[in-house]
C-alpha cells in the first residue's frame, strides 16, 4: 500500500536532486572564464529539459524495465503501464511514477558531470546530440545492468547504493575520454585560466551539498531508518573530505583555498555514494578523509603528468572519487546497517570487494569504449570542437549571441 510519508519523502528527494543539476551549473560556470558562464549553464538546463522527455519516453523503460537483456526493453514506452500504483520490484510504498521521477533527476545531472571535461569548447549542437546519445547507450545500458530488475551486475551482488558507479565513474570516464580525444583548450600552456567567480562555485557547492541529501537518503525509498543513516553518513563524509583537501593544501601549499574546500566537499559526497546505504559512521570519516587524498592526488600530479586538459576535473574528482567509494563499499558494508546489503572485507566477506573491482571494471571498459564510439560519430557528421576564432571569442557570444556580464570590471 502507499504510504504518504514515504511518498513524500521520495517527491522531496526528487526536487532535491533536480537542484542539484543548476548547482552544477553554478559550480563549474564559476570556474571558468567570464566568456563561458553562460554556456556552461545553458548546456545545464538544457539537460534538464531534453533528457526529462528522454526518460519519459524511453529513458525509463530502457533503464528499469525487468529483463535480462542490454536494456530494459521498451515495455513502458511513455510510461505506458507506469501509473500510480506501487511497483513492489523497485518501491513497494510510493506510486510507481514517484520512483520514476526519481530516477529521471539521476538521469539528468549523470551526463551533465561530463561538462566540466570539455568546457569552453564544444559545439552547442555537437553537445545536445552527444549528451542524447549518450544518455541512450550509455547511462540507459548501465543504469539497468546495476539496478533494474534482471540486470547482470545487480545479479551478482554489486552494491551502489545511490550511484557510485551508474554515475560518478560512469559520467567520470566518460569526461576523460572527451577531454582526451577534444584536445586541451588553446594557449593552455601559456595562460592556465583561473576560476572567474569564486562565489558561484561556493554556491554552487553548498547547492550540490543540500541536494545530495535527496541523492543518498531518497534512495532509500522510504522515511526510514536506512534514509537517516544515508543522511548522517553523507553529511559526514562530506566534511571530512572538505577539512582533509584544506589540510594537505595547508601543508603542500602554505595556505588553504575555498575552492579546495568545494573540491574536497564534492569528492566526499561522490564517495560516499555507492557506500551510503551501506556503512556507518566511523567508516564515513574513513572514506571522506581518503578520497580528497586520491583525488588531490589525481588533479594536482596525474593530470600535469599526462598533460589531458580535463577542464573542471570532472575526472579526477567524479571517476576517482566514485571508484574509491565503490572499492570502499566493498570494504567497509555491514549488514548490521542495511540488512538487504552485504558485509564488506572488514566484516568477513573479502568476495564483495571483488565483486566491486567486477562493477568497477565493467563501467570503466563499456563506458570509455561506447563514449569514444559516440564521439567519433558525432564528429565524423558536424563537428564537435568550435573553431579557434570562436574559442577565443568565448562560447556564451559565439553559441548563443549572449553575454552573462554587460558591465566589464
Same mark, same amino acid.
Given at each position: 500500500?502507499?504510504?504518504?510519508?514515504?511518498?513524500?519523502?521520495?517527491?522531496?528527494?526528487?526536487?532535491?536532486?533536480?537542484?542539484?543539476?543548476?548547482?552544477?551549473?553554478?559550480?563549474?560556470?564559476?570556474?571558468?572564464?567570464?566568456?563561458?558562464?553562460?554556456?556552461?549553464?545553458?548546456?545545464?538546463?538544457?539537460?534538464?529539459?531534453?533528457? %526529462?522527455?528522454?526518460?519519459?519516453?524511453?529513458?525509463? %523503460?530502457?533503464?528499469?524495465?525487468?529483463?535480462?537483456?542490454?536494456?530494459g526493453?521498451?515495455?513502458?514506452?511513455?510510461?505506458?503501464?507506469?501509473?500510480?500504483?506501487?511497483?513492489?520490484?523497485?518501491?513497494?510504498?510510493?506510486?510507481?511514477?514517484?520512483?520514476?521521477?526519481?530516477?529521471?533527476m539521476?538521469?539528468?545531472?549523470?551526463?551533465?558531470?561530463?561538462?566540466?571535461?570539455?568546457?569552453?569548447?564544444?559545439?552547442?549542437?555537437?553537445?545536445?546530440?552527444?549528451?542524447?546519445?549518450?544518455?541512450?547507450f550509455?547511462?540507459?545500458?548501465?543504469?539497468?545492468?546495476?539496478?533494474?530488475?534482471?540486470?547482470?551486475?545487480?545479479?551478482?551482488?554489486?552494491?551502489?547504493?545511490?550511484?557510485?558507479?551508474?554515475?560518478?565513474?560512469n559520467?567520470?570516464?566518460?569526461?576523460?575520454?572527451?577531454?582526451?580525444?577534444?584536445?586541451?583548450?588553446?594557449?593552455?600552456?601559456?595562460n592556465?585560466?583561473?576560476?572567474?567567480?569564486?562565489?558561484?562555485?561556493?554556491?554552487?557547492?553548498?547547492?550540490?551539498w543540500?541536494?545530495?541529501?535527496?541523492?543518498?537518503?531518497?534512495?532509500?525509498l522510504?522515511?526510514?531508518?536506512?534514509?537517516?543513516?544515508?543522511?548522517v553518513?553523507?553529511?559526514?563524509?562530506?566534511?571530512?573530505?572538505?577539512?582533509?583537501?584544506?589540510?594537505?593544501?595547508?601543508?603542500?601549499?602554505?595556505?588553504?583555498?575555498?575552492?579546495?574546500?568545494?573540491?574536497?566537499?564534492?569528492?566526499?559526497?561522490?564517495a560516499?555514494?555507492?557506500?551510503?546505504?551501506?556503512?556507518?559512521?566511523? %567508516?564515513?570519516?574513513?572514506?571522506?578523509?581518503?578520497? %580528497?587524498?586520491?583525488?588531490?592526488?589525481a588533479?594536482?600530479?596525474?593530470?600535469?603528468?599526462?598533460?589531458?586538459?580535463?577542464?573542471?576535473?570532472?575526472?579526477?574528482?567524479?571517476?576517482?572519487?566514485?571508484?574509491?567509494?565503490?572499492?570502499?563499499?566493498?570494504?567497509?558494508?555491514?549488514?548490521?546497517?542495511?540488512?538487504?546489503?552485504?558485509?564488506?572485507?572488514?566484516?568477513?566477506?573479502?568476495k564483495?570487494?571483488?565483486?566491486q573491482l567486477?562493477?568497477?571494471?565493467?563501467?570503466?571498459?563499456?563506458?570509455?569504449?561506447?563514449?569514444?564510439?559516440?564521439?567519433?560519430?558525432?564528429?565524423?557528421?558536424?563537428g564537435?570542437?568550435?573553431?579557434?576564432?570562436?574559442e577565443?571569442?568565448?562560447?556564451?557570444?559565439?553559441?548563443?549571441?549572449?553575454?552573462?556580464?554587460?558591465?566589464?570590471?
Open positions: 500500500m502507499i504510504n504518504a510519508g514515504d511518498t513524500a519523502w521520495v517527491l522531496i528527494s526528487s526536487a532535491l536532486v533536480l537542484l542539484m543539476t543548476p548547482g552544477l551549473a553554478f559550480f563549474y560556470g564559476g570556474m571558468v572564464r567570464r566568456k563561458n558562464v553562460l554556456s556552461v549553464l545553458m548546456q545545464c538546463f538544457i539537460i534538464m529539459c531534453v533528457l %526529462s522527455i528522454q526518460w519519459v519516453l524511453i529513458g525509463y %523503460s530502457l533503464s528499469f524495465h525487468p529483463g535480462e537483456g542490454f536494456w526493453g521498451f515495455g513502458w514506452f511513455g510510461l505506458n503501464g507506469v501509473g500510480l500504483e506501487p511497483y513492489t520490484d523497485y518501491a513497494g510504498t510510493v506510486p510507481h511514477q514517484a520512483f520514476m521521477i526519481f530516477q529521471a539521476f538521469a539528468i545531472i549523470t551526463p551533465a558531470l561530463i561538462i566540466g571535461a570539455f568546457a569552453e569548447r564544444m559545439k552547442f549542437s555537437a553537445f545536445l546530440i552527444f549528451t542524447l546519445l549518450w544518455t541512450t550509455v547511462y540507459d545500458p548501465l543504469c539497468h545492468w546495476i539496478w533494474g530488475m534482471g540486470g547482470w551486475l545487480r545479479n551478482v551482488g554489486a552494491l551502489d547504493f545511490a550511484g557510485g558507479t551508474v554515475v560518478h565513474i559520467a567520470g570516464i566518460a569526461a576523460l575520454i572527451t577531454a582526451i580525444i577534444l584536445g586541451k583548450r588553446t594557449n593552455l600552456e601559456k592556465v585560466p583561473a576560476p572567474h567567480n569564486m562565489p558561484f562555485v561556493v554556491l554552487g557547492t553548498g547547492l550540490l543540500f541536494g545530495w541529501f535527496g541523492f543518498n537518503a531518497g534512495s532509500a522510504a522515511a526510514n531508518g536506512l534514509a537517516v543513516n544515508a543522511f553518513v553523507t553529511n559526514t563524509a562530506a566534511a571530512a573530505a572538505g577539512l582533509s583537501w584544506a589540510l594537505i593544501e595547508w601543508i603542500r601549499n602554505g595556505k588553504p583555498t575555498i575552492l579546495g574546500v568545494c573540491s574536497g566537499a564534492v569528492a566526499g559526497l561522490v560516499i555514494t555507492p557506500a551510503a546505504g551501506f556503512v556507518g559512521v566511523i %567508516s564515513a570519516i574513513i572514506i571522506g578523509l581518503l578520497v %580528497s587524498v586520491i583525488c588531490f592526488i588533479v594536482a600530479v596525474i593530470k600535469p603528468l599526462f598533460g589531458y586538459d580535463d577542464s573542471l576535473d570532472a575526472f579526477g574528482v567524479h571517476c576517482v572519487g566514485g571508484i574509491w567509494g565503490a572499492l570502499a563499499t566493498g570494504l567497509f558494508a555491514s549488514k548490521l546497517v542495511n540488512s538487504a546489503g552485504a558485509n564488506g572485507v572488514f566484516f568477513g566477506n573479502p564483495q570487494f571483488l565483486i567486477l562493477a568497477v571494471g565493467v563501467t570503466i571498459a563499456y563506458t570509455g569504449a561506447v563514449t569514444f564510439i559516440i564521439y567519433k560519430l558525432v564528429d565524423i557528421f558536424i564537435v570542437r568550435v573553431d579557434d576564432k570562436s577565443a571569442i568565448g562560447l556564451d557570444l559565439t553559441q548563443h549571441r549572449e553575454r552573462a556580464y554587460t558591465v566589464l570590471e
